[in-house]
T-cell receptor, first 111, second 108 residues
């Protein structure tokens, strides 16, 4: 069974721009969660989608948003990028929202 | 406040030298404790889920145990390929909270 895929793998953006990241979950998994990982803060939960509905949300500003499509694929968007948004963005899928399987991540650099 | 604390932050061992990593937690409504392994530049790889105190899970040289306040990841006779960051996470009803991890380095 194919794993979680994320595109793009690497991205360089300028402060003030916006960015969209994509995630395709494991076939059959309906829950998709997004995390931000930085050396100082570790893995921080952004949000979780289940059957196209945002089920949970972490403590991030409204510049961070996401959505899920009917095929369970998910996108997250960050608007008005700041230098502090530079991080590894990880997507994880799960069958019932418990054991999560992660993708390789998207490395975002904001200059 | 719900919290997950892992110790030590970093650990260097000789090949074959067994040790344990600790994950202590305070969380209301625990619905599972998870262990992951993360290699540099990659996403975390799922290892174990533990649901209740006294539960144990094993996989190759790794064994995870759970009490009411902490979990241990025991590594027996490690090899250099076991070098990685090991992450602990606890599940609540609304999200999963990760610790900052233990960086493990096994010297040949």
């Amino acid at each position: 069974k194919a794993g979680v895929t994320q595109t793009p793998r690497y991205l360089i953006k300028t402060r003030g721009q916006q960015v969209t990241l994509s995630c395709s979950p494991i076939s059959g998994h309906r829950s998709v969660s997004w995390y931000q990982q930085t050396p100082g803060q570790g893995l921080q939960f952004l949000f979780e989608y289940f059957s196209e509905t945002q089920r949970n949300k972490g403590n991030f500003p409204g510049r961070f948003s996401g959505r899920q499509f009917s095929n369970s694929r998910s996108e997250m968007n960050v608007s008005t990028l700041e230098l502090g948004d530079s991080a590894l963005y990880l997507c994880a899928s799960s069958l019932l929202g418990n054991e999560q399987y992660f993708g390789p991540g998207t490395r975002l650099t904001v200059t | 406040e719900d919290q997950v604390t892992q110790s030590p932050e970093a650990l260097r061992l000789q090949e074959g030298e067994s040790s344990s990593l600790n994950c202590s937690y305070t969380v209301s409504g625990l619905r599972g404790l998870f262990w992951y392994r993360q290699d540099p530049g990659k996403g975390p790889e799922f290892l174990f889920t533990l649901y209740s105190a006294g539960e144990e899970k094993e996989k190759e040289r790794l064994k995870a145990t759970l009490t009411k306040k902490e979990s241990f990841l025991h590594i027996t006779a490690p090899k250099p390929e076991d070098s990685a960051t090991y992450l602990c996470a606890v599940g609540r009803d609304d999200k999963i909270i990760f610790g900052k991890g233990t960086r493990l380095h096994i010297l040949p």
